[in-house]
Structures are given as C-alpha cells and as structure tokens.
C-alpha cells in the first residue's frame, strides 16, 4: 500500500468506478462491498439512518454475486488500483470458493467477513472462535494473497476470537466491524430499521474500536488493522498508538467526503514529523510502553 489509510468495506465499494474514485482522492488501498457466491438483493427499505452519533444500517449484504463482481477487481487492477475484496460465506467451502474466485482476478487480499451483526448466520462465525478457525485455515488452504479476518465486537472477548484466527493462519485482524444496535420511530411506534436491529458505525463506536485493538495488540503478533469511528487524524493516531499498523475509514468519507483520506495522510506527516519520526511503524503499539490497568 502507499499509505496505511484505506476504504472500509460497505462505502462506495460495489463498482470499480467509484472505488478507483476513492484511491485517486488518496486512499492506500480500497476494500470491496462484501461479496458471496451468489446476488443477493439484501433487506427492504428503510435500511440506514442517521443518528448524529453515528449511522446504524441493516443493509442485508448487497451483492452482485462473485461471477460479476470478478469484472470489477479486473478494471480496478487495470487501473492500478490496490484493493482488498471483502468475502461472506454462509459455510466454509463458500468463503473460500468466492475468495478463491476474487484472488484469481487480481484482489492483493482478501478480508473475511464474519462480523455482520444482522445477516445472524454471517455473525454467528465471528462470535465463535472455533468457526472463525475452521472458516480461516479453509480459505489459507485455497487462496496464496493475504487473509485478513474481520472481527465483530459483539463479543465478550475479542482477543481470543482474535488469536483463533491467528492459529489458523489469519495474516492480519480487521478490528472493528459495526456494533448491534437499533432506532425506534416515536410516531409509528415501531423499529426504523426493516431488518429491526442493525449495526452502528461513526464517531459512537470509536472508543470501542480502541479498546479492541489495543486488546488484540496485546493477543496476536500479526498486523492489527484499526477500523471504527475514525473522522480525523488525531483518531487515526490513537489507533495506531493503540497497535494498528493500518487503518480504515468508512462512516467518515459520508460524514467528511472523500478529502477524508489526503486530511488523514498530511495529519499523520505533520504529526510524525512532530514526534521526530520517520516512518509510521515508529508508534505503532506505543501507548502500551506507558500503561499497566489495575489487576
Ligand atoms: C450489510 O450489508 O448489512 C452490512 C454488512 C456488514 O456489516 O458486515
């Protein structure tokens, strides 16, 4: 990558051209639209609002299925563009069926998918850390590109989901996908959300985020990619003092626009020249020097 700043998956991610518009605004690499083995149409509207703390969706993940999507990874590689396509699978052999498919076409990685709060059975793999290592060792065996695995924080311990995946030969952890949540309209007096509950992103979940990949840091000794509520340099670093070696902003490019990325990468210049730095892999994991919590 050319920076460590890249796309979520589920923002603008489902066709070449406004992926290729994301890394020309200065992205280090993209992440797709999760892709499956088959279209999928995904929920009935309504299916995202606005909070102002944050975006809760319930999107059902919308795919045009890994046969049509392959055509989209090509013209971005054509292109030159760096990009990681995001897989889900309702077992193992698909995930690696569709990541299998994607590598082919020329994805630099893939990152698993495990952690959608609301399509349960997607979910499901991410809250079971024996899943997560049958689903990730699968894909290790038919793919040679990078494997990253998403995790979801609705857990109790997202450091042993974590160190499950590295077992089973995760090349990265991808923390944090959405968290559960829900909206109720006080005049219909019912869920805003068709799917009821949904998974919230953007500035509210941000110290979630943190705390979870300063916990994983602390687990496994493969990268840790920071994901959750990042708006603004000063975020991006603390995730990086927290232990990631990369990020990704998701919520933000809707809240900021896609000046997000070049905001993010010159904050990021200017701090570590700050800081008497030469290279981002200098603070990675530094706030762990300086803290103990009580026992
Ligand atoms: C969705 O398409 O519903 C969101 C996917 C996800 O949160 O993983």
Known sequence: MRNPVMLSAGVLGISHRTLRRVY?????????????AEP????????????????????????PGV???????EALKRDGVCVIASVYGFRAEEYAQVAGELCDAGADAVELNYSCPHVSQVGLI?????????VTETVKHSVSKPVYVKLTPNVTDIASVAKAAEEAGADAITAINT???????????????????????????????LRAVYEIYEAVEIPVIGVGGITSWRDAVEFFLAGASAIQVGTAVYLKG?????????????????KGCSTIEEIVGKAHKHSSSPK
Do not use: C, H, W
């Open 24 to 36: 020309e605004a200065g992205a280090g690499a993209v992440v797709t639209k999760s892709i499956g």
């Open 40 to 63: 999928r149409k995904g929920f009935k509207n309504p299916t995202l609002v606005d909070l102002g703390v944050g975006v809760l969706n319930a999107m059902g993940l919308p795919n």
């Open 67 to 73: 046969k049509e999507f392959v055509k989209e990874v």
């Open 126 to 134: 991410g809250q079971n850390p024996q899943l997560v290592a049958e």
């Open 179 to 209: 968290v559960r949540a829900m909206a109720i309209d006080i005049e219909f007096q019912r869920p805003v959300l068709s799917a009821v509950y949904g998974g919230l992103s953007g500035p509210a979940i941000k110290p979630i985020a």
């Open 258 to 274: 896609l000046s997000i990325f070049r905001q993010i990468t010159q904050g990021l210049k200017r701090y570590l020249e700050r």
